[in-house]
Antibody
């Protein structure tokens, strides 16, 4: 059974940093492209970042470019999102999601809530 | 880039059929696949339609997807509505563009 379990969310002050993790199981993680997708409270879905299976190709949404860094450790079956210079508008549930670039998401994690507030 | 526009909300009675539209603002709807995701209250999204009209295993055949080039839109149709279908539905296409979501109420 495919499982994606996010962790690392919490309350952080504006300008602060947070690192999200996603533990993958039930499939060959190193063979799959991955994404982070977020959802602000009461709002719709917003794609945040993509990473290829090897980690060699990475894309970001304009809203997070230069502040967020996506990475993966295939040996640990884990996906990460380092978030720096956090703003109030980054407050959202962050989902780890399996899917190819310009494809579709076939599995979603349960999400982890990030709250940016003083 | 383009936008995907969905109605804010739709409602229908159990047993009936409902269609949710997703209109592309520029470029042809047929030029890139459209996906549909269901998100029940308090839960993560799940995929109900991918590549315009394909259903993942486990999704009932009451769910179907289509595209209409004349209106430059994609549609999600749910027949034989059940109360468990009450959820938010999001379309998504090229470049990870998402529609704003449609709240389906089954009353």
């Amino acid at each position: 059974e495919v499982q994606l379990v996010e962790s690392g969310g919490g309350l952080v002050q504006p300008g602060g940093s947070l690192r999200l993790s996603c533990a993958a199981s039930g499939f060959t993680f190193s063979s799959y492209e991955m994404n982070w997708v977020r959802q602000a409270p009461g709002k719709g879905l917003e794609w945040v970042s993509y990473i290829s299976s090897s980690g060699s190709t990475i894309y970001y949404a304009d809203s997070v470019k230069g502040r967020f860094t996506i990475s993966r450790d295939n040996a640990k079956n884990s996906l990460y999102l380092q978030m720096n210079s956090l703003r109030a508008e980054d407050t959202a549930v962050y989902y780890c999601a399996r899917g190819p670039w310009n494809g579709y998401i076939d599995y979603w994690g349960q999400g982890t809530l990030v709250t940016v507030s003083s | 880039n383009f936008m995907l526009t969905q109605p804010h909300s739709v409602s229908e009675s159990p047993g009936k059929t409902v269609t949710i539209s997703c209109t592309r603002s520029s470029g042809s709807i047929a030029s890139n696949y459209v996906q549909w995701y269901q998100q029940r209250p308090g839960s993560a999204p799940t995929t109900v339609i991918y590549e315009d009209n394909q259903r993942p295993s486990g999704v009932p055949d009451r769910f179907s997807g289509s595209i209409d080039s004349s209106s430059n839109s994609a549609s999600l149709t749910i027949s034989g509505l059940k109360t468990e279908d009450e959820a938010d539905y999001y379309c998504q296409s090229y470049d990870w563009v998402f529609g704003g979501g449609t709240k389906l109420t089954v009353l």
